[in-house]
């Protein structure tokens, strides 16, 4: 391997990117050295830039950091023996593309022994969020041209069919595994998410749309999109959604009453919430049915807190809320395959929107808040 400098954009403080360089590392025993083709840019990454530093419960980002946890890469060096297989039992060679699994759990904490979800981990790192770049090999995070991967990760093999652009979206369609879990919801059949049942999706960012598209895979039957940007609500339309709500030409009134309209005054089967703003938990819970269920996606980051009615949100509505902490590691694969065979019906090239270079990182991010694009990414090469 060349001895040579690593350029990385890093996060010094919110609202303050460096292009720094770093050490090109050697790889220890049990540790992978990827180096990047193509980073997304995630809601978190949004608000961490934003200045909302506690995620995930009550884990703190500690600057500097190299953010990027939606990562699609080519595997540079392996440590130690020189041997490593990916989650599935893949044994992984140098040339290799794969996708980096975003969390490493402890395996030893209360959580993980007994089998708790990864995001329950007591003592989880999260690539380019709470790995800070000062500590050594630095390297934690998807926005450099090289990411390191420390012991306890997972790496997942790309099938071949499937191009980076779509790759990438990998961990976040991984997320709607939310909607797998809907389905098992209950031991009643009455009370899970059912087959032709009757999905609102507030927000279709890129989650949303991972959502969106997921429900349709699952059976759903009338799928309608909530967001403020006639730009997404097109592209919903494209991968499945039947009818479309500008929030910004509506009022909360109004919104609801379509989804009524909808669905022969009842409300909706399930709201999905991933819009990622507090005020749009309330509304999501009056769109349901009685006895509806809402999965709650959105709201990562600590954006603060909301007021509702416990009687008329959850008893009168005889609510169920399914909340989404992250995605599994087992639906990365299946991810993959399940994106590789829907290429031909949806147009998931063209879910990459915008792409920039780590020297543009400040406007690539300012980019990804605009209405105006969908999924946008950093190509660490370019």
Same mark, same amino acid.
């Given at each position: $391997?060349?001895?040579? +400098?690593?350029?990385?954009?890093?996060?010094?403080?919110?609202?303050?990117?460096?292009?720094?360089?770093?050490?090109?590392? #050697?790889?220890?025993?049990?540790?992978?050295?990827?180096? =990047?083709? =193509?980073?997304?840019?995630?809601?978190?990454?949004?608000?961490?830039?934003?200045?909302?530093?506690?995620?995930?419960?009550?884990?703190? /980002?500690?600057?500097?950091?190299?953010?990027?946890?939606?990562?699609?890469?080519?595997?540079?060096?392996?440590?130690? !023996?020189?041997?490593?297989?990916?989650?599935?039992?893949?044994?992984?060679?140098?040339?290799?593309?794969?996708?980096?699994?975003? *969390?490493?759990?402890?395996?030893?904490?209360?959580?993980?022994?007994? !089998?708790?979800?990864?995001?329950?981990? #007591?003592?989880?790192?999260?690539?380019? *969020?709470?790995?800070?770049?000062?500590?050594?090999?630095?390297?934690?995070?998807?926005?450099?041209?090289?990411?390191?991967?420390?012991?306890?990760?997972?790496?997942?093999?790309?099938?071949?069919? @499937?191009?980076?652009?779509?790759? &990438?979206?990998?961990?976040?369609?991984?997320?709607? &595994?939310?909607?797998?879990?809907?389905?098992? $919801?209950?031991?009643?059949?009455?009370?899970?998410?059912?087959? !032709?049942?009757?999905? /609102?999706?507030?927000? %279709?960012?890129? @989650?949303? =749309?991972?959502?969106? $598209?997921?429900?349709?895979?699952?059976?759903?039957?009338?799928? %309608?999109?909530?967001?403020?940007?006639?730009?997404? @609500?097109?592209?919903?339309?494209?991968?499945?959604?039947?009818? &479309?709500? *500008?929030?910004?030409? +509506?009022?909360?009134?109004?919104? @609801?009453?379509?989804?009524?309209?909808?669905?022969?005054?009842?409300?909706?089967? %399930?709201?999905?919430?991933?819009?990622?703003?507090?005020?749009?938990?309330?509304?999501?819970?009056?769109?349901?049915?009685?006895?509806?269920?809402? /999965?709650?996606?959105?709201?990562?980051? !600590?954006?603060?807190?909301?007021?509702?009615?416990?009687?008329?949100?959850?008893?009168?509505?005889?609510?169920?809320?399914?909340?989404?902490?992250?995605?599994?590691?087992?639906?990365?694969?299946?991810?993959?395959?399940?994106?590789?065979?829907?290429?031909?019906?949806?147009?998931?090239?063209?879910? &990459?929107?915008?792409?920039?270079?780590?020297?543009?990182?400040?406007?690539?991010?300012?980019?990804?808040?605009?209405?105006?694009?969908?999924?946008?990414?950093?190509?660490?090469?370019?």
């Amino acid at each position: $391997m060349p001895a040579q +400098t690593v350029l990385a954009a890093t996060l010094v403080e919110p609202g303050r990117y460096e292009l720094r360089e770093y050490p090109l590392p #050697e790889p220890a025993p049990g540790c992978v050295l990827v180096k =990047m083709l =193509m980073s997304g840019i995630c809601g978190t990454d949004k608000h961490t830039f934003q200045g909302y530093t506690t995620q995930y419960g009550d884990r703190r /980002v500690e600057f500097p950091i190299i953010q990027g946890h939606e990562n699609v890469g080519i595997v540079e060096a392996i440590g130690g !023996d020189g041997t490593y297989t990916d989650f599935e039992g893949i044994p992984l060679r140098p040339g290799d593309r794969v996708v980096v699994g975003a *969390n490493v759990a402890c395996g030893e904490c209360y959580y993980c022994r007994h !089998d708790f979800p990864y995001y329950c981990c #007591e003592k989880m790192t999260d690539y380019g *969020n709470n790995l800070s770049a000062k500590n050594a090999p630095h390297l934690f995070g998807g926005w450099s041209q090289y990411m390191y991967i420390v012991p306890g990760s997972f790496l997942v093999k790309v099938p071949d069919d @499937l191009p980076s652009e779509i790759a &990438v979206l990998t961990e976040i369609f991984a997320v709607a &595994v939310g909607l797998d879990r809907a389905k098992q $919801m209950s031991a009643f059949p009455s009370e899970s998410f059912r087959f !032709d049942d009757s999905v /609102v999706v507030l927000g %279709v960012g890129p @989650l949303g =749309m991972c959502f969106l $598209m997921k429900a349709r895979m699952l059976g759903a039957g009338t799928i %309608v999109a909530v967001d403020l940007s006639d730009y997404r @609500l097109k592209f919903a339309k494209s991968l499945g959604a039947d009818h &479309v709500i *500008n929030a910004t030409l +509506t009022s909360k009134s109004e919104r @609801l009453q379509i989804i009524k309209d909808l669905t022969h005054g009842r409300g909706a089967d %399930v709201v999905i919430e991933c819009a990622g703003v507090p005020a749009a938990v309330p509304e999501a819970l009056e769109m349901l049915r009685i006895s509806g269920l809402m /999965v709650e996606a959105g709201n990562f980051s !600590d954006l603060g807190e909301i007021s509702f009615s416990p009687h008329r949100h959850l008893c009168a509505k005889n609510a169920r809320i399914l909340s989404v902490g992250g995605e599994e590691p087992a639906a990365y694969g299946p991810g993959m395959r399940q994106m590789a065979r829907y290429q031909k019906q949806y147009p998931l090239g063209e879910f &990459v929107s915008h792409r920039y270079k780590l020297r543009d990182v400040g406007a690539a991010v300012q980019k990804s808040i605009e209405p105006t694009s969908m999924k946008v990414v950093l190509e660490p090469w370019s």
